[in-house]
């Protein structure tokens, strides 16, 4: 599309926003930090799926909230970053459809990049549902930085449906695409991947292997940077 609109005779070089390479899956005290909220105490061996990044609209979370009815009995939402109070409002009030899921939606905040993913990294399943509502949120499978952290920290996930998305995710056997404006679609997703442990696992291991081969940052700008330093290269001569 960019190609044809600008008059580019070949098509332009596209490169993943991945994060950088991460050897190790770091520590995580996330289960520690739930056991500070008093009304998520007694449930912190329940399985734990989490959202990591800007909790606003066209992320699904609304309907993820929702959708909580098909989960595992004592599951919990976990969000990881900078929300509104009329977004934390909405997603306690989607997930209280369903008795007692708006006391097992726990809002941790924002923080500095490597602890947000240390954080994360503790979790059973993340969430990455983009709503293709916009032309840009439509054709952004390669812009989500979520599904490539969660992919570097050996989650499994559930994410949307739409252009590419299945390519980079199911294809590696990585996590399943729904559609994002579909609670029972989110729902019946994520409860059955916390009811299979051995497909959790297997995810896992290729989500690692597929960051470390191919989803990072080194590995996809590795290109742009060889561009970058021939043209100073040529500059200078």
Not at 91 to 102: E, F, H, L, N, Y
Not at 198 to 214: E, G, I, V, Y
């Given at each position: 599309?960019?190609?044809?609109?600008?008059?580019?005779?070949?098509?332009?070089?596209?490169?993943m926003n991945c994060p950088r390479r991460l050897q190790?899956?770091?520590?995580?005290?996330?289960?520690?930090?739930?056991?500070?909220?008093?009304?998520?105490?007694?449930?912190?061996?329940?399985?734990?799926?989490?959202?990591?990044?800007?909790?606003?609209?066209?992320?699904?979370?609304?309907?993820?909230?929702?959708?909580?009815?098909?989960?595992?009995?004592?599951?919990?939402?976990?969000?990881?970053?900078?929300?509104?109070?009329?977004?934390?409002?909405?997603?306690?009030?989607?997930?209280?459809?369903?008795?007692?899921?708006?006391?097992?939606?726990?809002?941790?905040?924002?923080?500095?990049?490597?602890?947000?993913?240390?954080?994360?990294?503790?979790?059973?399943?993340?969430?990455?549902?983009?709503?293709?509502?916009?032309?840009?949120?439509?054709?952004?499978?390669?812009?989500?930085?979520?599904?490539?952290?969660?992919?570097?920290?050996?989650?499994?996930?559930?994410?949307?449906?739409?252009?590419?998305?299945?390519?980079?995710?199911?294809?590696?056997?990585?996590?399943?695409?729904?559609?994002?404006?579909?609670?029972?679609?989110?729902?019946?997703?994520?409860?059955?991947?916390?009811?299979?442990?051995?497909?959790?696992?297997?995810?896992?291991?290729?989500?690692?292997?597929?960051?470390?081969?191919?989803?990072?940052?080194?590995?996809?700008?590795?290109?742009?940077?060889?561009?970058?330093?021939?043209?100073?290269?040529?500059?200078?001569?």
């Amino acid at each position: 599309m960019y190609q044809e609109s600008i008059g580019l005779k070949e098509r332009p070089l596209t490169v993943m926003n991945c994060p950088r390479r991460l050897q190790q899956v770091p520590n995580s005290r996330l289960r520690q930090r739930l056991a500070t909220h008093s009304q998520l105490s007694t449930l912190n061996s329940q399985p734990l799926v989490c959202y990591l990044g800007s909790i606003g609209a066209d992320h699904g979370l609304v309907e993820a909230a929702a959708s909580m009815k098909h989960w595992r009995a004592g599951a919990i939402l976990v969000l990881i970053g900078p929300a509104s109070d009329a977004m934390k409002n909405g997603i306690r009030q989607a997930a209280a459809a369903t008795p007692g899921a708006a006391e097992r939606v726990a809002f941790l905040g924002a923080f500095p990049h490597s602890e947000a993913l240390a954080l994360a990294a503790g979790a059973d399943l993340g969430i990455s549902l983009i709503q293709p509502n916009t032309q840009n949120w439509l054709y952004s499978a390669g812009a989500i930085n979520k599904r490539f952290e969660y992919m570097a920290l050996g989650l499994p996930q559930v994410s949307n449906e739409g252009p590419g998305v299945a390519d980079i995710l199911e294809r590696s056997g990585c996590g399943v695409c729904v559609d994002p404006n579909q609670p029972q679609a989110i729902g019946q997703a994520v409860g059955q991947l916390l009811e299979d442990l051995p497909r959790r696992r297997a995810f896992s291991t290729n989500a690692r292997a597929c960051h470390l081969q191919t989803f990072n940052y080194e590995f996809q700008f590795a290109e742009v940077a060889a561009w970058i330093r021939a043209q100073c290269m040529e500059e200078g001569r």
